[in-house]
């Protein structure tokens, strides 16, 4: 079965410090598929990232960038110069790639808090 | 904003009654998925359709049930509630099936069960 793991459940910073959110996950395929999403107080999912496991390449985008490790089953996301509009639930997911119908397996999510 | 949209936003009901909830899919999205998202935990998958037919099914209880129409509009049903079904239900619209097609979200329901 598939597992997703975020063991920080609140991280606090203050604006412009940098700040990396883990994510470990466990699957029994060796194809699948990764992903990020921020979810605001609003409740609503926003999609940040999707990486397929055989594209171990780190990927930045401004200020957002991911490192997937499969040796450590691990695909942690960094925000540097964090800012106050970061602040939210960030959600780590993992899917399967056979037809997705067991949905996408969520960690229990970090609350990331950017102090001024 | 994504083009997924919900209702209603909040619902309040009582221990053993039935609810529907309602999700419209983004433009030309054939595929909706539903998640439940209790308090301080991630989303968990309850099932999937794909042109009006049930893809795959979390682990969920045959009271939860779900509908999709011709126009990928689509619909959960959820039986007998009980106080644990307090959550935010989550639905999702993406172009067919598999991970590789991205899931857009709703801002979902707020169903408080009393």
């Known amino acids: 079965a598939q597992k997703v793991t975020q063991a920080q459940t609140e991280i606090s910073v203050v604006e412009k410090e940098d700040v990396t959110l883990d994510c470990v996950y466990e699957?029994?395929?060796?194809?699948?598929?990764l992903f990020w999403y921020k979810q605001p107080p609003s409740g609503e999912l926003v999609f940040l990232i999707r990486r397929n496991s055989f594209d171990e390449q780190n990927e930045i985008s401004g200020r957002y960038s991911w490192n997937f490790q499969k040796s450590t089953s691990s695909f942690n996301f960094t925000i540097t110069a964090s800012q106050v509009v970061d602040s939210a639930v960030y959600f780590c997911a993992l899917s399967e790639a056979i037809g997705g119908a067991d949905g996408l397996t969520f960690g229990k999510g970090t609350h990331l808090i950017i102090q001024p | 904003e994504t083009g997924v949209t919900q209702s209603p936003t909040h619902l309040i009901k009582t221990r053993g009654q039935q609810v529907t909830l309602r999700c419209s899919s983004q433009s030309g999205h054939n595929t909706v998925s539903w998640y439940q998202q209790a308090l301080g935990q991630g989303p968990q998958f309850i099932f999937q359709y794909y042109r009006e037919e049930e893809n795959g099914r979390g682990n969920f209880p045959p009271r939860f049930s779900g509908l999709q129409f011709p126009n990928y509009s689509s619909e959960l049903n959820v039986n007998a509630l009980e106080l644990d079904d307090s959550a935010l239900y989550l639905c999702a619209s993406s172009l067919g099936l598999g991970p590789y097609n991205e899931q857009f979200f709703g801002p979902g329901t707020r169903l408080t069960v009393l």
């Open positions: 699957t029994r395929d060796t194809t699948y598929y």
